[in-house]
């Protein structure tokens, strides 16, 4: 089996040549990114690879068919970069449902630490010998109130995390989860408390048209004064303007971004040599209370292992077998995860 892998980084290769040797899946790799431009590349594969910042719109998919490739393989576990209706009955489509959720919850601890008790700022100035203290001063997260937005398994992860410093939480989920609730210390509650009472707000859930902007102007001005807002999720969960105006009016405290809302040309690239043009990220970038990473909440070894395992293994069983329990819509059939032609 001969599968195209778009949008390549170093650290891709050695788990998919792996674990591709071993399942008898042969990679070629691509540098550039899936989109109209460049679909085909996959011409004579009998499927293609892709990640986040792919693009997989109805253009793509339909050069796709008729090139017969018949496979989508995402490693990740979103898919809002692929158009999911139209590839209903086209394509068949998997993913790697989850690879390791300690790999982003403990990322997303790791910046809430580095932002509240200042570690950014002190590495910087300790490198040019400057060891003063003044405004460094942070705060203790133990008895703190922390707000998840998705309590899937990252999100509890997460969850456990928060409680093992001593803090509480309040939930939020469309569907919660069973057990986590205890009446005390972790509760499910609305939005609206949710936003009025959360010291810091996390954000684990995916990206739908329910989620979209779900921290926007309106949420901004509902949260307490100084709130720190946490995304390791996808940036699209995020309004970047409110956000921005939300922290120059001193209304957020601090934001931690793993994820950006226009990130697509930007993240897993070295743009060190480029002038910025995307105004809201410089500008966010450049203040003192945020943090921005570019999407490595999910770059550990075990985490890289898990994706290419289980992605290496959803084409070979597919292939294999004709199902996977990892797809999310069968090419020319029904599956129990769709209705009326939408994937969810």
Known sequence: MKIAFFDTKPYDKPSFDKYGKEYGIDFKYFETKLNEDTVELAHGYDGVCV?????VNAAVIDRL???????LALRCAGFNNVDMKHAFGRLHVFRVPAYSP???????????????????KAYIRSRDFNFSLSGLTGFDLHGKTVGVIGTGKIGRVFVDICRGFGMNV???????????????????????ELFAK????????????????????EAIEKCKKG????????????DAQALLEGIKSRKIGAACLDVYEEESDLFFEDNSGHILDDDILARLISMPNVIVTSHQAFLTQEALENIAETTVRNLSVFSTTGQCENELCYRG???????????F
Do not use: Q, W
């Open 51 to 55: 990640f986040v910042n792919d693009t």
């Open 65 to 71: 068919e008729e090139m017969n490739v018949r496979m």
């Open 102 to 120: 300690y790999a982003v919850a403990e990322h997303t601890m790791a910046l809430l630490l580095a932002s509240i008790r200042r570690i950014h």
């Open 170 to 192: 309040l939930a939020f989920d469309k569907y919660p989860a069973e057990g986590l609730d205890n009446g005390d210390t972790i509760r499910y509650t609305d939005l609206e």
């Open 198 to 217: 959360s010291d810091i707000i996390s954000l684990h859930c995916p990206l739908t048209d329910e989620t979209h902007h779900i921290i926007d102007e």
């Open 227 to 238: 709130v720190v807002i946490l995304n390791t999720s996808r940036g699209a969960l995020v």
């Open 333 to 343: 059939g029904t599956a129990k995860d769709c209705k009326d032609g939408k994937c």
